[in-house]
C-alpha cells in the first residue's frame, strides 16, 4: 500500500489525539479534592472517578486496536476523538457525581479507540529509523503536551472551577480532527475478525477486580462485597484466558505472543513501570494539596519537571535504541526511577518544594525518559505491520491496567489525613519503588543484549 501523501501532518494528528487521553489524566488528579468538596464525594468516590476512565481504557484498548485494524485506522482515529469530545462535554456539564462518571465511562471508551490507533497509524507511516524518530517524537510531544495539563488544570480549577478543565479538550479534538481527515490515510485490510466475547470478558474481570481492590483500600479490611467481587474477577479472568487460548489467531489477545520471553517481559516491564507511576501521578498532587498546603496551581506545577524531562529524552532515546537495542535503557531507566520514589520519603507535612519533592521528581523523570521511547519501539516492532493496531493496544493495556491497580489500592492514602496521610504516602512511595525495581529486573533478565 501506498504510504501516506501528509507524514507530518499525520505525525501532528497521532500527537494531538494521543494528547487528549494523557493530560486528561493528569489535569483530572490535580481537579480531586476540588471535586470532592464540591460533589461530597469520599475516598472510594474520588478512586472512581480516575477508575470510571481507566477501567474501559484498559479493557477495550485491545479491542480499539483490533477494530482499527479491522475498520480502518484512520476511521477508528477520528471517531475516537469524537467522542472523547462528547464525553468531555458531559462531564463539564454533569450535575451529580452518577453522571460524571457515566461520562468518564465514555471518555475512556474514546480513549481506547484512538490511542492504538494512534500508534498504529505511525508505524504504518514511517519505517526503519524514521518509524523510531517518529515514535520517539510522538512520546516526546505528548510528554510536553501533558506538562501543561496540571498547572494549566491547577489554574483553571482555582480560578474557574474544576468543570473547566473538561472545557480545554473540545479544541484540542476539533484541531486533530482536522488534521487526521487532511493528512492521515486509511490504513487496516479488514481481515482481523474482532473478539467481541474476549472484550466482554475482559471488561467485567477488570471492573469487579478494580471494584474489590477499591472497597479494600478505601476501607483497609476485606468485605463481603470485596470477596464476591474478587472471585467474580478471578473466575472472569480465567474464562478469559480459555475464550483467548480457543480462537488463537483470532483472539483480540493471540495467546501465541507470550511464546517468547522477551514479550513476556515487556509485559511484565509495562505493568509494574506504569504501576508504579499511576500511583505517584494520583497520590503526589492530592498530598500536596491535602497535606501540604499547596494550591492546586502549585501541585501543578510540582509535576512540570517530570514531564518536560520524558519529553525531552524520549526523541533522543527513540532514536538511540536503534543502535545500541531496549536492553539498557530499558533496565537503567527504571532503576533510577526506584531511586527517586525512595527519595520521595522526604515528602512531609509543608514540605518545601526544593528539597523534599524537587529530588525524587527530577530521579522518576529522568529514568522514565530512559524507557518510554525504547519500550514504544521494541513494542511496535515486535509484530507484522497486520498487528500493529492490537499489538500497541495490547501494550497500551497493559500500562493503563497498571495505573488502574495502582489507583484502586490507593484508597488508604486518600482516605487518610494529618500525619497518618504522610505516613500512608511513604509506604506508597516503598511500594513504587518495589514495582520499578522489578520492572529493571525483568527487562535485565528477559532481553538479550543484542536485541533490536
Known sequence: MPGPHHPRLTLLATILASSLAFIDGSVVNVALP????????????????????????????????????????????IGGIALFAAASLACALAPGLELLLAARVV???GAAMLMPNSLSILSYAFSGEEKGRAVGTWAAVGAIASAFGPPLGGWLVEAVGWRSIFYINLPVA???????????????DGKQPLDWAGAGLATVALGALTWALTLWSSKRVMTEQAWVALGLGIVTLALFVLVEHRRRDRAMMPLALFGTRAFVGLTAYTFLLYGALGGLILLLPYVLITGGGYSPLQAGLALLPFSFAVGLGSRLMGGLTGRIGPRWPLTIGPSIVAAGFALMLLVGERADYWTHVLPGMLAIALGMAAAVAPLTTAVLSSVDDEHTG??????????????????????????ASGPALIDAFHVAALAGAGLAAGAALSAFASLGSAAR
Not at 476539533?174 to 487496516?188: W, Y
Not at 495490547?394 to 490507593?410: M, P, Q
Open 34 to 77: 476540588a471535586i470532592g468538596r464540591d460533589l461530597q464525594a469520599s475516598a472510594a468516590d474520588l478512586q472512581w472517578t480516575i477508575n470510571a476512565y481507566l477501567l474501559p481504557l484498559s479493557a477495550l484498548l485491545l479491542l480499539g486496536g483490533a477494530a482499527g485494524d479491522h475498520f480502518g485506522r484512520r476511521r477508528m482515529l
Open 107 to 109: 471518555q475512556g471508551i
Open 390 to 415: 492490537t499489538a500497541s493496544g495490547f501494550n497500551s493495556a497493559i500500562a493503563r491496567t497498571g495505573g488502574l491497580i495502582a489507583t484502586a489500592s490507593c484508597g488508604a492514602v486518600i482516605a
Open 174 to 188: 476539533a484541531l486533530a480532527i482536522g488534521l487526521a481527515l487532511k493528512g492521515v490515510e486509511e490504513s487496516g
